[in-house]
């Protein structure tokens, strides 16, 4: 991921075979990796920790929802505070920002019939295979989308329930996604700064370390102007975007049982 994790100091002690001369002497780009997934480990007292948020909550805001995606939901506050690196202080102002947009979205009566009307353009969908990691997949093709021909909040709906849809499919053990963009055949009337700029601010601040990847396939001359604008205001997701060929994404991430459909050999 794109977030800057680094080994904290009080890590070591949960971990009785780590070896400091084991780490220093891999190679920097593992040395990272390791670091990263050291970082990701709950501490022992996880649970204390999630406690210790929900009674912050509840005093500094106890008119939060409760239940799925609320005040209480344990699992979204470890989450959380897996994003802060196990941080309370800096856990409960995101999470709080979070269960309100859950809240105001209305992100639990989120379903197939309600996004019915932007889904039927195919221009969004969650792939029936996982990739090669064990991924869950979202689909975008740019070129089946028009910005105005349905009401933003409708595009909104659909981005959303994509990825509640994509997270429902994850292998016990796996925690993120990938995001591939088709931009074949993509053109000015397809450009939706507003709805790349909302894809990425919904995985920063609401779905935190959830993207795993994001593939742009065969980004044409015409998207580099849009992409240079978008760029700025992804912060740090903008590292986790690849340009590629259909064809690298079709032989790097799938097999040929389980490749979508869009990069099928034509």
């Known amino acids: 991921m794109a977030f800057q994790l680094g080994l904290r100091p009080p890590l070591g002690k949960h971990f009785k075979n780590f070896n400091s001369s084991f780490f220093s002497s891999k190679p920097i780009g593992i040395r990272k990796l390791l670091a990263v997934r050291l970082c990701a480990l709950a501490p022992k007292d996880a649970q204390k920790l999630v406690v210790e948020v929900k009674e912050k909550l509840e005093k500094e805001c106890s008119s939060l929802p409760a239940g799925k995606n609320g005040k209480d939901?344990?699992?979204l506050i470890l989450w959380?505070?897996?994003d802060r690196r196990f941080s309370v202080e800096e856990a409960v102002p995101k999470l709080t920002k979070a269960i309100r947009w859950?809240?105001?979205f209305g992100v639990s009566e989120l379903s197939e019939e309600s996004v019915r009307s932007a889904a039927e353009s195919g221009k969004a969908y969650v792939h029936d295979y996982l990739d090669v990691?064990?991924?869950p997949v979202q689909i975008v093709e740019a070129s089946k989308h028009f910005p105005g021909k349905h009401d933003f909040r409708e595009d909104e709906k659909l981005c959303v329930f994509l990825v509640e849809k994509a997270l429902s499919k994850l292998p016990a053990g796996k925690e993120q996604i990938l995001v591939i963009i088709d931009l074949r055949g993509f053109g000015t009337e397809n450009a939706d700064l507003r709805f790349l700029t909302f894809l990425f601010d919904v995985f920063y601040y609401y779905y935190p370390r959830r993207l795993s990847e994001v593939l742009f396939i065969d980004a044409p001359f015409i998207?580099?102007?849009?992409?240079q604008l978008a760029k700025p205001m992804l912060k740090s997701y903008a590292?986790?975007?690849r340009f590629c060929s259909a064809e690298v994404a079709r032989d790097e991430y799938f097999t040929d049982e389980t490749v979508p459909a869009n990069l099928r050999k034509r």
């Open 223 to 227: 998207f580099q102007p849009i992409w």
């Open 239 to 241: 590292s986790l975007v």
């Open 80 to 82: 959380f505070l897996k």
């Open 133 to 135: 990691n064990s991924r």
């Open 102 to 104: 859950y809240h105001e």
């Open 73 to 75: 939901d344990e699992e």
